[in-house]
Every structure is written in structure tokens, then in C-alpha cells.
């Protein structure tokens, strides 16, 4: 698609075509959604929180806070696969109340 839309910007260029047909259309992006930060206080209360709902997940909340690690980082995952087996299916525990542990099927 490359060479056939270069050839025709080619004779656009030449004035042999008044526009290049292959030329994908120019989309216009719409406006990113404004970002809101948790101040100080909030993410103190949501740590407060999550220690005493899931202290597992709120230690990997304080580690995501305070580094700045996104989830796929903190959980392992290298960009390989679609699929990341250490974030949602491990063989531990959720939290220390649960007795069962997680499961998940196999990738496809």
C-alpha cells in the first residue's frame, strides 16, 4: 500500500492526479480527558482502606503509589503475551482470610 500510495503522491505532485486516492483520511484525535491526581489525603484513605479490605492488594496499591510502576509492571507481565499469568492467577492466596485459592484457565 506504501509504494501505490507513493507512486500516486508522485503524479499528485506532477499534475497528473488532482489527489491521491490511497491517501488515507486525516482523523482528528479527540481531546485526551483531563487526568485527575489523587491528592496526598486521598490516597492515604484509600491505602487505609484497602489494608483492612485486602492487605495483599493494598501493599501492591502503596507499591504502585509510591513508585510510580504501572500495573503491568508490578505484576510481571514483559509485553510478550497477551496474557499474564502472575497478576490474576497465582497459586497463593488472595488475602490471608481466603482458603481457597485463585484459578484461572490456561491461555489459548
Same mark, same amino acid.
Given at each position: 500500500? $506504501?509504494?501505490?500510495?507513493?507512486?500516486?503522491?508522485?503524479?499528485?505532485?506532477?499534475?497528473?492526479?488532482?489527489?491521491?486516492?490511497?491517501?488515507?483520511?486525516?482523523?482528528?484525535?479527540?481531546?485526551?480527558?483531563?487526568?485527575?491526581?489523587?491528592?496526598?489525603?486521598?490516597?492515604?484513605? *484509600?491505602?487505609? *482502606?484497602?489494608?483492612? %479490605?485486602?492487605?495483599?492488594?493494598?501493599?501492591? $496499591?502503596?507499591?504502585?503509589?509510591?513508585?510510580?510502576?504501572?500495573?503491568?509492571?508490578?505484576?510481571? #507481565?514483559?509485553?510478550?503475551?497477551? %496474557? #499474564? !499469568?502472575?497478576? !490474576?492467577?497465582?497459586?497463593?492466596?488472595?488475602?490471608?482470610?481466603?482458603?481457597?485459592?485463585?484459578?484461572?484457565?490456561? !491461555? !489459548?
Amino acid at each position: 500500500m $506504501a509504494t501505490l500510495s507513493s507512486a500516486l503522491s508522485d503524479a499528485v505532485t506532477g499534475e497528473r492526479l488532482a489527489r491521491n486516492p490511497a491517501k488515507p483520511p486525516l482523523i482528528s484525535r479527540p481531546a485526551p480527558a483531563k487526568r485527575h491526581l489523587w491528592t496526598e489525603e486521598q490516597a492515604a484513605r *484509600f491505602l487505609r *482502606f484497602t489494608h483492612v %479490605t485486602d492487605p495483599l492488594y493494598a501493599d501492591l $496499591a502503596e507499591l504502585m503509589i509510591g513508585t510510580g510502576m504501572r500495573t503491568g509492571e508490578v505484576s510481571g #507481565c514483559d509485553g510478550t503475551t497477551s %496474557t #499474564c !499469568p502472575s497478576a !490474576p492467577c497465582s497459586s497463593a492466596p488472595r488475602s490471608p482470610r481466603s482458603t481457597t485459592t485463585s484459578s484461572c484457565s490456561p !491461555p !489459548p
